[in-house]
């Protein structure tokens, strides 16, 4: 039997702050990071003194590649003025800054330190889309890459493999992405902060202008099946199943719980964090879920004492539209293969039972991939705090928030549960 | 008897020569395709070669239109898609190949579970030989 999991010490959450995201000429990491650090030193709500952090961790998946400099960790101490002091570089794909989080609570559990950064920072548009591909391809199991895999290849051979086994159709996916379009509007940190037929009106109007025939779409769904403007990229996934190349950076402020009211009287608790590791496509019997989150999941849980019902909202690892429908299986929001019935009953919106990713999500916020995972907690920490503005969500009591992070092709997973008290 | 190490570069060379070759643990019996020098079964090191017959099932396919440099150098792009899968052999390991012989530009008419056998794509010359693992309908 699994052991339980738990801190030595309690871990809160007591400032957050993140850049927006977005493809930026004129912004290179640093100063994407220095938008993200000023916005959490100021979110503290008594105030403190930057120079008492004691540690950075900070979760960076390939810098190195996107803009040829690597070790970040001191480039980004120096910049805040944290120098002398430690700074540690988390790797995990698109989850490295879930990592930098994970690392940061158990270095406060510990009892080594106080007051630590984790954070996350990636500048990925300086190249060209194939270039970026290559990149992020980095990230895959050397068998997939040989055989012409691409990363949206890996998610479209997900997608052929839970349509055969429930009956989905891309019809299910399309609902995914206009829910998380109808949400983005409402952020202004949102890559792509624009509905779907905000899109169309657009393409339209775009038309117009240039005197060229004016297209027709009865609906969202009339738009997302016209291949002109929602073409293939790896059947079945199209342009509007997969996130775009996003510049960006976030960071917490995390402290010993026994000190967290010094900071604020309304701190968050770290109340379950998991993680898992898993294999390529070819050692999965089953190409329907992702092992890593299961058990990252089940750690997470099994720490808070929490059932996937207590989870009142959830950020999940977007990347494409069918992950979407897989993460909310995995996690036990919704029975497998239950999962696109419940999306098409408008369960997963804003005002539904059980929002995800009101943040728009990794498709419309964006997905600087070492900067995601501390993005999707400053979700979590807008939301939990009733901070989100206009896309708070709707509910009475909003206490227990989860974010979950996907690295490479489910090769790393994480599932960190926040609660307000 | 075979001597060479239960490796990825045993497994390419292998290719090379149009065998698609996995290690079997000999504690526990368990097959791996590519091969594994550990078994993540029962964690024995004492493994054994085995041929596997190269008859399989799709088991999840995507025909990609936006390929990495080398799928574009074999003359594939938007207009000219190719497929990759994951195939379930007959038996009962899974590996990544390509998919040949159908028409990536109708995803349709690509059934998960239709039944495949083993084609070994011979790419380059001398040093630079390369073969691709394939496989196309029965």
Known sequence: MQKKRKLGRGVAVVGAGMSKFAMFKDKDSKDLFGEAFREMIASVDKGFDPGEIDALYLGNFTNDFFVHQGHWGPIISDLIGLAPKPATRTEGACASSALAFREGVFAIASGFYDIVLAAGVEDMSKRTTEEVAEGLALATVPYEGRVGFTFPGVFGALATAYFAKYGATREDLMNI?????????????????????????????????????????????????DTAANPVVAWPMHLYDCCPISDGAACMLLVGEEIAKNFTDDPLYVIGIGQGSGRGLHACDDL?????????????????????????????????????????????????????????????????????????????????????????????????????????????????????????????????????? | MEERPFSDISYEQYLNEERLMGSRCKKCGALFVPPRSICVSCYSSDMEWVEVKGEARLAAFTCISVGPPFMIAEGYDRKHPYCSGVVELEEGARVDARIEGVDANKPEDIKVGMPLKVKFLHRGEGDSLKTYLAFLPM
């Not at chain 1, 992405?177 to 899109?199: E, G, V, Y």
């Open chain 1, 177 to 225: 992405t206009i829910k998380s379009h109808s949400n983005a509007p409402l952020n202004p940190k949102a890559q792509f902060p624009f509905s779907i037929r905000d899109m169309m009106n657009a393409k339209i109007e775009s038309a117009k202008k240039k005197g060229k025939p004016v297209p027709y779409w009865e609906d969202e769904k009339s738009f997302l099946r």
């Open chain 1, 288 to 421: 329907t879920y992702f092992e890593a989150t299961r058990h990252a999941a089940k750690e997470a849980y099994g720490m808070s004492g929490l059932k996937p019902e207590d989870i009142q909202f959830s950020e999940v690892h977007d990347c494409f539209s069918i992950a979407e429908l897989i993460h909310i299986e995995d996690l036990g929001f919704f029975k497998p293969g239950e999962g696109h019935k419940a999306v098409a009953e408008g369960l997963t919106r804003r005002d539904g039972p059980m929002p995800i990713n009101t943040s728009g999500g990794l498709k419309c916020k964006g997905h600087p991939v070492g900067a995601t995972g501390v993005g999707q907690l400053f979700e979590v920490w807008k939301q939990l705090r009733g901070e989100a503005g206009e896309r708070q969500v709707p509910k009475k009591d909003l206490r227990i928030g989860a974010a979950h992070n996907l690295g490479g092709t489910g090769g790393t997973c994480t599932l960190t549960i926040l609660e307000r008290r």
